[in-house]
Every structure is written in structure tokens, then in C-alpha cells.
């Protein structure tokens, strides 16, 4: 079966070749480190590492890349307001970034690398770039010059004369040719942290940033460049203007854009003060699981409607989904295997794949997941189901969760050695008629989720649903 990405420059589902054999380079625009991520930026977060899983589930060899901004004009405005130096305040936000992502299993990538560290790549691409004649200084900034970049606009869809300044281009404070133009290098100004280096003294510019750290840890030509949505124009417009110019080689192969998130069906927002963060999702009690479950569960290029209401469905849902594998896990049974199981827990992995593959469709994926527990159910409910089948389901359950990364499983060898105990003192108390003791424990259980069944071989617990 062969994985097809919806390409974002050419506006289709390609069939995804990597320029190198198993071999797959990913950049994924990072955050910029000035303040708590929000759900939307960490929507765009486990989208690129379900992508990655997935990726790896098809047995490519990933290396992933994702910039840190700890140096752009909102880093530098925040520290300064309050009174920290650039590296101690953006340092304090990486933590929570690195926290923010641990709480939401997103394996960690290979490369972390932040702006301040990597200022003479930026430099030597902005050199060449002048070198080519595809930028220009005025009064100490260096900007990219649009006209010279035939393919401006390509990716955005936008035809470049229609740029117009404000709603489309930052109309920053710095005098450039063209309105269209975006600065490469920020010429020094009073009070913000500089670097003196060849092209004189400043600091780079955002887009350049991206362009140079892909270049120096994934080559000059990149498999795979995530971002969101809202990335795509200006950010990742420059980022192709920067690179291509500098290299004269594509860019990015396959370029994938997750969509926004809406609260309550509003863009989150300062003014609307609807901007939610990973800490609010726990304070009211949800596990980030469960935040997760709601982000790989729903289409990377739909819009999310993220609701109370919606995560808290989830939340019951992801734990029903628990309580399943765990039952599959613990489940014993005399009964023989049966040929229909076995054609079913093939199709749904067959199905899962075929979903996966086009364009990671996980609500499809997802579908025909529930619909193996739905017919599953009923046969672990009476015992029908053989203890081979059971463990074929659970292991396709696992396979599924290395790429979705939901579940949490208690423990089995800890629980069940604590109910054993509690079965045995159980039995101990009935002997020696202690009927308070005795309901006392199997209440203790029951509160505990543990149902005992009293039966002719002894005492059997099970999960109760
Ligand atoms: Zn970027």
C-alpha cells in the first residue's frame, strides 16, 4: 500500500517518494518562544508527530527538525517587559514547550535548534543572497527582493502584483523598495539584543531563520515542511523565495499545512480572551490524552471545533476505549479460535492502512477501529471470544496506539497483584464468618472497578464496563 500526502504547493495527493531511498527529512516550524503554546499551536504539534509515526509505521527512517524562535520582535518586546534577559526569559518558555509536549506524547525530534546559535548559517545564506543580486541594503537592513524571485507566490496561490501592505505584509517600521519585500536582517537598534558579523550589525530577520537551520540540518532539499495553516503566507512563501534563490535547488518536496483550531467556532483570540493553553485543559480535570485523542482523531486539514463540551465526550470515549484494551489484555477463555475473528482483525488493519495512506485519514482510521470494538464487544462480554483472538485484537490495538498515542493502561501485573491479595483476605474473613469485613473488601473493589464472581472453581474478578 502506498502513502499519498496532500502537497500544499501543488494542490494534490501526491504519492510520497523521498528524495532518498527510506530516507525522510522533516521541518516543522517551531514555536516562538515568548509565551505559553496554545492548543491550536499544539494541534499543529501532534499533527507533525502523528506524521512522523506514521511515517516510521511505513518503515521510513525519520529525521525531524524543529526550529525554536527565541529571537524575533515578540521575544525581544516580552523579555524587556519583563526585565529578564533574551536567553533567561525565552530559556523559562522552552521548559514549558518541552513540558507542554512530554504531557502530550509528542516524541521528542532529533534536533532542537534555536536562532541565537545558529546566526552565521543565517548570515552566510543572506551573503549569498546579496552575492546573487536577490537582496539589497538600505539603511543598514538587507532585504529580499521579491521581482527577482519568479515563482513568488506559487505556494500561497497568490498572484504577487495583488500584494498589498497591511492585510497581507507586515507593514513594519523599516523603509524597503518594494511593500511586497521582507527584511533578511534587521539593521541594530537602540535597546535590542545585536550581532556584530560580516554583513554588519543586527539580527536576521524571521523567515531567514527556517531557511538557514533546514538547510544546515536536513540538506539543501527537504522531503517533508509542516507548519499551520497560517504559516503558509508569509512565513513559508520567503522560506522558498530565500532558499531557492540561495541554492537553485527545490526546496521542499511536499509541504503540509494543519488547520486551525476554533473555539466555541471563534478564531482564538486576545481580544475574544478565548485563548486556551495546555495548563487550563488540566486544571478543569482532563488528562492531555484526552486533548490528543481529539486532535488525531479528526482531520489534519478540517478545522477543529474545539468545545468543553466536545473534549469532555472524548474523555469518556478515550476511557471506554481504555477500559477495552485493558479487558483484552486480561481476558482468558477456554474457547477456540475463531476464522471470522481472524478475517475481521485483518480487514480492520488492512482498512486502518489504507485510511492511514490516504493522506492520514484518521477519522477513517478511527472508524474502522470502533467498528472492530463494537463487534468485539459482545463476544468478550460472554466469553465467546478465544484467549488467541483477544490477544490478536490487543496486539493490532497496540500497533494502532504506537501512531495515535492515546491510551493509558494501568498497570496489569501491579493491579491485579493488589486484587489478589484483597480476594484473599476476602476469603480469609468469610471463613472465619467476618461477613462485615467481607462485603467491606468486595465494596472496596467494586468503588475500584473490579467485579467478583463467585463461582464453582473459586472467586474470578473481572472489569466492570
Ligand atoms: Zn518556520
Avoid at 474502522?368 to 460472554?382: H, Q
Wanted: net charge neutral; hydrophobic share 35%.
Amino acid at each position: 500500500m502506498v502513502l499519498k500526502l496532500y502537497n500544499t504547493l501543488s494542490g494534490e495527493k501526491e504519492v510520497f517518494v523521498p528524495l532518498k531511498d527510506k530516507f525522510a527529512g522533516v521541518y516543522s516550524c517551531g514555536p516562538t518562544v515568548y509565551g505559553f503554546a496554545h492548543i491550536g499551536n499544539l494541534r499543529a504539534y501532534v499533527f507533525a508527530d502523528m506524521l512522523r509515526r506514521y511515517l516510521e509505521f511505513k518503515g521510513h527512517i525519520v529525521r525531524q527538525v524543529m526550529n525554536l524562535t527565541d529571537l524575533d520582535d515578540k521575544t525581544i518586546r516580552a523579555s524587556k517587559e519583563q526585565g529578564m534577559s533574551l536567553r533567561e526569559y525565552t530559556d523559562k518558555f522552552i521548559r514549558f514547550f518541552f513540558e507542554d509536549i512530554d504531557l502530550l506524547r509528542i516524541k521528542k525530534a532529533d534536533i532542537y535548534p534555536r536562532v541565537t546559535e545558529h546566526i552565521s548559517e543565517m548570515v552566510s545564506m543572506i551573503k549569498i543572497l546579496l552575492d546573487k543580486g536577490y537582496a539589497y541594503r538600505k539603511d543598514g537592513s538587507i532585504y529580499f527582493k521579491v521581482s527577482e524571485f519568479r515563482d513568488y507566490g506559487k505556494l500561497a496561490k497568490i498572484d504577487p502584483s495583488q500584494i498589498k501592505p497591511g492585510a497581507t505584509v507586515e507593514a513594519d517600521e523599516y523603509e524597503k523598495e518594494d511593500v511586497r519585500d521582507f527584511a533578511l536582517w534587521k539593521g541594530k537598534k537602540e535597546g535590542e539584543p545585536f550581532w556584530a558579523t560580516d554583513i554588519g550589525e543586527g539580527r536576521p530577520g524571521w523567515h531567514i531563520e527556517c531557511s538557514a537551520m533546514s538547510t544546515r540540518y536536513l540538506g539543501n532539499t527537504i522531503d517533508i515542511h509542516t507548519g499551520g495553516v497560517d504559516n503558509i503566507f508569509p512565513h513559508h512563501q520567503n522560506e522558498i523565495a530565500q532558499s531557492e534563490a540561495a541554492t537553485g535547488k527545490k526546496f521542499v518536496l511536499y509541504w503540509m499545512h494543519c488547520e486551525h483550531l476554533l473555539v466555541d467556532n471563534k478564531k482564538m483570540s486576545k481580544s475574544l480572551g478565548n485563548i486556551i493553553n495546555l495548563r487550563e485543559v488540566l486544571n478543569r480535570g482532563y488528562k492531555t490524552e484526552v486533548l490528543r485523542y481529539l486532535f488525531v482523531s479528526s482531520h489534519y486539514r478540517s478545522k477543529l471545533n474545539f468545545t468543553w463540551e466536545s473534549i469532555s465526550h472524548a474523555s469518556n470515549t478515550l476511557d471506554r476505549l481504555n477500559q477495552f484494551v485493558e479487558r483484552l489484555r486480561d481476558y482468558r477463555s477456554e474457547t477456540r479460535d475463531s476464522e471470522e475473528t481472524a478475517l475481521l482483525i485483518r480487514k480492520t488493519a488492512e482498512k486502518f492502512e489504507s485510511e492511514m495512506d490516504n493522506d492520514l485519514n484518521s477519522p477513517g482510521a478511527f472508524a474502522a477501529i470502533f467498528e472492530l470494538v463494537g463487534r468485539i464487544n459482545p463476544v468478550l462480554e460472554d466469553g465467546s471470544l478465544s484467549a488467541g483472538d483477544a490477544k490478536q485484537v490487543f496486539e493490532l490495538m497496540l500497533k494502532f496506539d504506537a501512531i495515535s498515542s492515546i491510551l493509558t493502561l494501568k498497570e496489569k501485573a501491579e493491579l491485579s497483584g493488589k486484587i489478589e491479595t484483597l480476594i484473599t483476605e476476602r476469603e480469609k474473613a468469610r471463613k472465619r464468618k467476618d461477613f462485615k469485613l467481607a462485603d467491606e473488601i468486595r465494596k472496596r473493589l467494586e468503588d475500584n472497578g473490579i467485579v467478583l464472581e463467585d463461582t464453582s472453581e473459586g472467586v474470578r474478578w473481572r472489569k466492570k464496563f
